[in-house]
């Protein structure tokens, strides 16, 4: 395959690029679905392609095909060289890459157990079997659980990347996940729903750390709890305690969005939208001292994970807000061209015939100092969200609202009984400066976050520990 | 090999293996994506794709599986590997036998016209629109402007068979103004005639310019006037959880209420993929089951979920003719078109909010239809039947069952919205929504 790459790299080259790129891309993914304790069809998808990416006279243009010989890859190269012309014969300012280091590297990541040695049937028994703990803890519990859908994927990608400036690395990332969505119901108390993702950079072995008949049974003796105690939620000013489920996903979408490059200059103003941090926001507080948030797409195992991008360039640890001040932006080369840096190797893409574009890795809040124990210290009244169900943020990353599922209140410095659906609505700068204590253990979670047009949902990961948030306005909802 | 060759080898080949239902689609697809941003050309995105799929049954257990090397022999180690995938695994809860074809299909929606899809033309139509949005007082502009053809061949041993084009040209565009204001306005159609990038420009331009200076919204309950771009998200959602698989999975608001009042009077609802106007059109299902126009919603009343074969047996229905081979899915929905025009309708309202977009739909419970969503671009003030004022930072925080009863009144004008947040063709009018709950960020 890297003759057929090289080849097309050197032809958009002769055919007047100033920058060409050709990737290779191959995922397999095997996914099986248990609905209500029943299977529905089992399916495998390989999605295999080349992908070509080519600057010509300032323009730039993308294009791919599944169809890999010779003539199908030449044809291609010149349809996307066309196509950069045509843009840049329209474009006032050229696209240009910013400098990076030639790579020449493998990333194989070879999993302990390799997903494709677990029969599809035994990731099904798997499932069968979370399924029967959760029913049974239901049954135990009182409760009904009118709808549960269970689901797995095994996901294998493979990437050869080679650009026009001497770059080439080759990587292959197994990744497991799995979904999972419950919906509960109480007579007379209504229904309410939980939606729990787990997902690693592994093999099966990933699936089995996670020990789904244990914590669905736990989740739903939860959920049984919820049901016949929580009380209405009354709002009110109050301190806010955050779990770690809920820290890791404001991280990434009141953070790591904010932080790409290609919102920051307007490149996805209609789709995912824009950030209201702006090209000279490097230095601004937008938190409280304590508060750190990292993108580190370096961390193994984490869904995230990876240790080069589309673009070659190597990737590591990046600082988004360092004491509670912008710290670094998110970039490929064209967006760190356009700030004058370069590339913190943040370029990807989720399948050969989808550009690459500024994304996250794995977005945490950094621990701090504080027990969980401690965490609750002092509050006199306030209200603990352990997790949560409904949550959307504006196209600026500016004002964001997250309904609690799992929530408590707190009384005295102690947790005290369980509240429904307390409502956290807030803008980015009120929650990141509310911020007055920082739990001392970590969790990650894994997702998949979309944007792009095409829409690209890419596997990242979402992390942070408890964090405590002063004197919110919280409301309740019905 | 050609596309009807690849369908009969898998076919045969899965039949003797075992398989007792087997579908196979072969879809080719020729795209143009021309992406823009501060009134330049982002990037020019070309697609050629030629992929198949097959489904198959080996008694009730069943598994699908895609095709990447459609040779003769690729296609054999495809229907091995697919049969041995179904024979492993334990039956499935829903499950009926293909339908029986062959089946006459309707050529208007199988002889359809392709859309140009170079890239010259797309990039002349975008600026074409950035021009129209410039003219109207926009600052600046972003936006996407996608021009697709895909053909579709599907086979199934039940003796269906067909071949059909699906085109579109799809131009979304957000024009810029002054203080965080801005519009966005959408062109769709399946030829250039009914396309019209500077129509959407210009309105994007209008609105970009009518909204400058947004002040903060207050929260509060009130009459909301729902663009269609908003409408067509939430009828997108009542479309979506008709799908008779979330019904059965508990995850829909829908489960239970056919024949209920789920909704006000005033609205209707149908699925057409029978309309060669839409880009959702399709002669057949995923089953070969030829489309049909259905009424989802009638003067209120749910009448019907989505059904596949499978779902439909398991329901003791007939298939509505909407497989999706595991979860039935909406081609292309339409609401009735009401009696008023959209300034009659604003002018009716005597405090209230006129809200032209928004993203970011999120339930808090699928089961019961509570739900947020956030209103973006213009969003205008209306008192005593005038609007007054540009707003920013509200969201709308209700359920969607209550706002569906609390349909007031609908506008004649209808448009056709599909974009980067609605994603099934949805032919809408502007909606009169009253007793709106708006919440904001409290710091």
Request: aromatic content about 6%; charged content about 25%; glycine content about 10%.
């Amino acid at each position: 395959m890297e003759d057929i790459l090289e080849m097309a790299v050197q032809r958009a080259r002769s055919l007047g690029a100033s920058y060409a790129e050709a990737r290779y891309q191959s995922d397999i993914k095997e996914s099986i679905l248990l609905k209500n304790g029943t299977p529905e069809a089992t399916s495998v998808e390989t999605m295999r392609g080349i992908a070509i990416r080519a600057i010509m006279n300032g323009g730039l243009g993308f294009g791919s095909t599944n169809v890999l010989g010779r003539r199908s890859v030449n044809a291609l190269v010149d349809r996307v060289v066309k196509g950069a012309g045509a843009a840049g014969s329209v474009r006032k300012s050229p696209i240009v890459m910013s400098p990076a280091q030639t790579t020449k590297a493998d990333h194989i990541i070879r999993p302990r157990i390799p997903a494709e040695n677990v029969p599809l049937e035994s990731r099904l028994e798997m499932l069968k079997e979370a399924d029967s703990y959760a029913l049974e803890a239901a049954e135990r519990s009182d409760i009904k659980l009118a709808g549960r859908y269970l689901s797995t994927d095994a996901l294998s990608t493979e990437r050869t990347v080679i650009n026009s400036d001497g770059s080439m690395v080759h990587s292959i990332v197994p990744r497991v996940s799995v979904h999972i969505f419950l919906t509960a119901t109480l007579p007379g108390k209504g229904a309410m729903q939980r939606s729990i993702s787990h997902g690693e950079v592994a093999g099966w072995e990933g699936a089995e750390r996670w020990d789904l008949p244990a914590s669905l049974a736990k989740e739903t003796r939860t959920l049984s709890r919820a049901l016949h105690t929580a009380k209405t939620f009354k709002g009110g000013k109050m301190d806010v305690v955050l779990g770690p489920e809920v820290v890791g996903l404001i991280a990434h979408e009141s953070s790591g969005h904010p932080a790409e490059g290609d919102r920051i200059l307007g490149r996805e103003a209609a789709q995912a939208g824009e950030t209201y941090l702006g090209k000279d926001s490097i230095g601004l507080r937008v938190g409280s001292d304590l508060v750190n948030v990292v993108d580190d797409p370096t961390l193994t195992r984490t869904f995230g994970h990876y240790l080069y991008d589309e673009e070659g360039v190597k990737a590591r640890r990046r600082y988004l807000i360092k004491g509670g001040i912008i710290n670094e932006f998110l970039h490929n080369r064209e967006t760190a061209a356009e700030f004058g840096a370069v590339s913190n190797g943040s370029s990807r893409s989720v399948e050969f015939d989808r550009e690459p574009i500024v994304r996250m890795g794995n977005t945490f809040v950094e621990p701090g100092d504080r027990s969980f124990e401690e965490m609750f210290e002092g509050v006199r009244s306030g209200v603990y969200i352990k997790n949560f169900m409904e949550w959307n943020i504006d196209d600026r990353r500016y004002n964001q609202k997250y309904v609690g599922l799992e929530a408590y209140l707190i009384e005295s410095g102690k947790i005290s009984s369980m509240v429904r659906n307390p409502v956290l609505e807030i803008t980015t700068p009120g929650l990141w400066k509310a911020v007055d204590a920082i739990g001392d253990e970590m969790e990650f979670t894994s997702a998949y976050c979309g944007k792009g047009d095409p829409m690209q949902g890419i596997p990242v990961g979402t992390g942070g520990p408890h964090i405590r948030l002063k004197g919110i306005r919280m409301e309740g909802a019905p | 090999m050609k596309t009807d060759e690849i369908c009969d080898t898998a076919i045969s080949s899965c039949l003797k293996l075992g398989a007792n239902d087997v579908v196979v689609t072969v879809m080719k697809k020729e795209e143009s994506m021309v992406r823009f941003a501060n009134d330049q050309v982002t990037v020019v995105n070309s697609l050629d794709e030629l992929s198949a799929s097959i489904f198959l049954c080996v008694g009730r257990r069943k598994a699908a599986l895609n095709v990447v090397d459609l040779d003769k022999k690729g296609l054999e180690k495809a229907c091995q590997q697919a049969v041995r995938i179904a024979s492993n695994m334990p039956e499935a809860s829903l499950y009926a036998p293909l339908p029986k074809g062959p089946f006459n299909y309707d050529r208007k929606l199988t002889e359809r016209e392709t859309v140009p899809a170079g890239p010259d033309q797309a990039v002349h139509w975008v600026q074409e629109s950035i021009s129209a949005a410039k003219k109207a007082g926009a600052s600046r502009t972003a936006g996407s402007l996608t021009a697709r053809n895909v053909t579709v061949h599907l086979a199934t041993s039940g003796g269906a068979a067909g071949v059909t084009v699906h085109p579109s040209l799809e131009l979304s565009i957000r024009a810029f103004g002054e203080g965080l204001a801005s519009g966005h306005s959408l062109s769709v159609s399946v030829g250039e005639k009914g396309f019209d990038p500077s129509a959407a420009g210009r309105e994007a331009g209008e609105l970009a310019k009518a909204a400058k200076g947004p002040k903060k919204g207050e929260p509060g309950t009130m009459d909301a006037v729902l663009g269609p771009m908003v409408f067509a998200d939430l009828i997108g959602e009542m479309g979506r959880f008709s799908s008779a698989f979330y019904v059965d999975a508990g995850m829909s608001f829908l489960t239970g209420k056919i024949g209920e009042q789920v909704a006000s009077p005033k609205l209707d609802l149908y699925d057409d993929a029978t309309d060669p106007t839409s880009v959702g059109a399709s002669p057949f299902d995923s089953e070969g089951l030829p489309t049909r126009r259905k009424a989802l919603i009638e003067k209120g009343v749910l009448r019907t979920h989505l059904h596949n074969s499978a779902t439909a047996a398991k329901f003791g229905v007939n298939s509505t003719a909407n497989a999706g081979l595991i979860a039935p899915r909406p081609f292309c929905l339409q609401v009735g078109a009401g009696e008023k025009d959209v300034e009659d309708i604003i002018s009716q309202v005597d405090k209230g909010v006129y809200v032209t977009n928004d993203w970011y739909l999120r339930y808090q419970n699928y089961s019961t239809g509570d739900l947020s969503t956030i209103p973006r671009d213009a969003l205008f003030l209306i008192e005593k039947g005038e609007i007054t004022a540009s707003l920013k930072e509200l969201r709308i925080s209700d359920n969607i069952l209550g706002m569906m009863k609390r349909i007031e009144a609908l506008s004649r004008q209808r448009k056709w919205v599909k974009w980067w947040e609605v994603d099934v063709p949805t032919l809408v009018p502007t909606a009169l929504v009253t007793g709106t709950r708006f919440t904001a960020s409290s710091q």
